[in-house]
């Protein structure tokens, strides 16, 4: 998923094909909380984007939500910075990415 001039988001599916993380391709200030928030459940945060990104309950949440709110602190100056993004469709994508998982021959 990736909006012109916003960070981009990724999902991993592990080679079981069910666990899966999200990803940030930005860099983060070290030390600094980073925190999603999907529609109107609660903010899920960590002080490292890898211990927040590895979380289970994001791609849970995300499979009912419209929009993702992303907060970090950009690397090297240390400036907070939220962006939304719309996640119209992800669970659909999702169902689609784990059928073409448990069809592939690469396991």
């Known amino acids: 998923m990736k909006k012109h001039g916003k960070v981009s988001l990724f999902i ?8 899966t993380s999200l990803g940030l391709m930005t860099e983060t200030y ?48 240390n400036v907070k910075k939220v962006e939304i993004h719309s996640i119209e469709g992800f669970s659909a994508g999702l169902t689609l990415m784990k059928k073409l998982h448990a069809n592939s021959r690469f396991y």
Do not use: C, F, V
């Open 30 to 77: 070290p030390d600094t909380e980073s925190a999603i928030k999907l529609d109107r459940n609660d903010k899920i945060a960590a002080t490292s984007m890898a211990g927040l990104l590895s979380k289970y309950e994001i791609t849970e949440q995300m499979k009912s939500s419209n929009k993702l709110i992303t907060s970090y602190y950009t690397w090297p100056y």
């Open 12 to 19: 991993h599916l592990a080679p079981d094909g069910e666990t």
